[in-house]
């Protein structure tokens, strides 16, 4: 709440959904699936997703809103590169976007997207409010954010089953 109020948003402009320390299980596409759960997607929204990495997350929000659009951005060129050839087939036809960039210059319209995801990539923004800033300028009223964060000093490790510890929400 203090956040949206940095920011100079209301609780109503959208739901900021952050999940921090979703930590000791399934790795990077176990996080995407929980940001991806907690935004409930739907066939027609358009998705963004900041730091998209390697394409896991792009891969799984499109097969979930294939009837709408999922775009991402990535700094890295090297991961870029894979998250296109991840997503090839979706890019060719048309329904997944990926660009260069940075989370504090994003290239889409004000007003684009109604769902967004960030998912481990805030822990590496420099200037976190300028970012949601940027990403607020992106959204569609009422739209939602949900970042999700696994803090560095814990390394994934298999999910137990019936460890209680083994997710934090």
Do not use: H
């Amino acid at each position: 709440l203090a956040l949206l109020q940095q920011l100079g948003l209301s609780s109503g402009w959208f739901v900021l959904a952050v999940v921090a320390g979703i930590v000791m299980g399934g790795g990077e596409a176990e996080l995407c699936r929980r940001a991806l759960g907690l935004l409930a997607l739907q066939l027609e929204d358009i998705v963004l997703e900041v730091g998209c990495g390697a394409g896991v997350g792009i891969e799984q929000a499109a097969e979930i809103a294939a009837l709408g659009k999922v775009c991402g951005i990535e700094p890295s060129g090297e991961l870029l590169a894979l998250a296109r050839t991840r997503n090839a087939d979706a890019i060719r036809d048309g329904y997944v976007e990926l660009q260069a960039g940075l989370a504090s210059r994003l290239p889409w319209p004000e007003a684009t997207f109604n769902k967004a995801l960030a998912v481990n990539s805030p822990r590496d923004w420099p200037q976190p409010v300028v970012n949601l800033s940027e990403v607020r300028r992106t959204m569609r009223s009422g739209g939602m954010l949900a970042p999700v964060v696994q803090p560095p000093w814990r390394a994934p490790r298999e999910r137990e089953e019936g460890n209680p510890d083994s997710t934090v929400a």
